[in-house]
């Protein structure tokens, strides 16, 4: 494969979709999967960092169609999308991602091919969490447990950055009920929740509150940060089911 190292990312939606690629010239990937969406999983969802292979065929056809897309886009300049709309973006020897072109069928293709790829990569994990809700004993919580050969560098809550805090919401015939921020700035104070990153070794648990009415059958969803620089700082979002 000429160009060098390749990119593949498909975000956007409602409920969002967030997985991407960083593929090396022999097809070795590291793969972000960072919302429960983003890739069908059995429950719990591991969401984060995955080390994968893609085959041959799926490398190269990754490769012409990054080559395409490059070409499209400096003949044609950025192209806009409707607030909302799930984009693919492709890009090759370290230039900008740009659309990615070609025919529909034979993207959706190229999507399923790389999506196999990323599942069998989930058994390998570089940095990842489960989040899981359960009854604690303060009550009903969601445990993140960290996977991997690193630690998992999650963001609760962030003093110094406003809007930087944990959400996790329960479903109720109502809407959402949220744990409101106030909760969570007690906890902090209190110590039960970090004042910035925390690395979660691998096998490691940090648990985060659930709103009070959460019931045994509830489900709802939350939102936390993986942190770190780049592409590294990042959304992690997904949803939750309390046993009964």
Not at 48 to 73: I, M, N, P, Q, Y
Not at 155 to 161: C, E, G, H, R, V
Not at 182 to 189: D, F, I, N, S, Y
Request: no cysteine; proline share 8%; net charge negative.
């Amino acid at each position: 494969m000429a160009g060098g190292p390749l990119t593949f990312a498909v975000s956007g939606g409602n409920p969002r979709v967030d997985l991407g690629l960083r593929v090396d010239e022999d097809g070795a990937f590291v793969a972000d999967v960072l919302t429960d969406w983003s890739l069908a999983q059995a429950p719990p969802a591991h969401l984060g960092a995955f080390r994968g292979r893609l085959a041959t065929a799926t490398l190269d056809e990754l490769g012409s169609v990054a080559r395409a897309s490059l070409e499209a886009a400096a003949s044609s300049g950025p192209a806009g999308y409707p607030p909302g709309a799930v984009v693919r973006l492709v890009s090759a020897g370290g230039a900008a991602p740009v659309p990615a072109v070609g025919d529909e069928a034979d993207l959706s293709t190229l999507d399923r091919a790389i999506a196999e790829a990323v599942a069998r990569a989930l058994a390998d994990p570089v940095a990842a969490i489960a989040a899981e809700a359960r009854n604690g004993d303060a009550g009903p919580e969601l445990a993140f447990t960290a996977s991997g050969t690193e630690p998992f560098r999650l963001l609760l809550f962030a003093s110094d950055i406003p809007g930087y805090w944990a959400r996790t919401w329960v479903d109720t015939p109502d809407g959402q009920e949220h744990l409101e921020l106030e909760a969570v700035e007690r906890l902090v104070a209190a110590g039960t929740i970090p004042d910035g990153p925390v690395d979660v070794a691998p096998g490691s648990t940090v648990a985060l509150p659930l709103p009070a009415v959460s019931t045994a059958g509830s489900t709802g969803g939350f939102i936390v940060w993986r942190r770190g620089e780049g592409h590294e700082r990042r959304i992690v979002t997904g949803s939750w089911s309390l046993p009964r």
